[in-house]
């Protein structure tokens, strides 16, 4: 299951509708071996495509010494289906390198009309576990973002 915080689940969305019709794509980092999604970090599309996403290598070479200097990892790798379902394309199944991430899709298809126009709609918000080519989707839990006092 993956819980994830009210803040964060709109941060991706925003995202991906942000970048509409091209897919989106990013991370949410958190402490090593902990499971707690807690640093967002949108990420360009290199590819700038509304069909395919690829993380720029000098932005993820970046990404992951900034993690590694942190003692953090991806928890949330995610991007956005701009006219398909939230479900992992073979080619997405092929890209997944992280065997304890959480792979997030939000797909933008009933949010937008032909024209490009904002509709209102809604995003599908959608969770996998993908190891060894394997997908298996998982719970989504949004908790409240807990408000820090000074």
Known sequence: MLSITQETYDAIVAHAK?????EACGVVAGPEGSDRPER???????ASS???YEFDSTELLRLYRDMDARDEEPVVVYHSHTATEAYP???DIGLASEPHAHYV????RDCFDER???TGGPVEFRSYRIIDGVV???EVTITPTEKSTP
């Open 136 to 138: 298996t989707e998982e």
């Open 105 to 108: 899709l939000v797909s933008t």
């Open 18 to 22: 942000r970048d509409h019709p091209d």
């Open 50 to 52: 509304p069909t395919f």
């Open 89 to 91: 394309s073979r080619t």
């Open 116 to 118: 490009g126009g904002n």
């Open 40 to 46: 967002f970090v949108p990420m360009v599309n290199a």
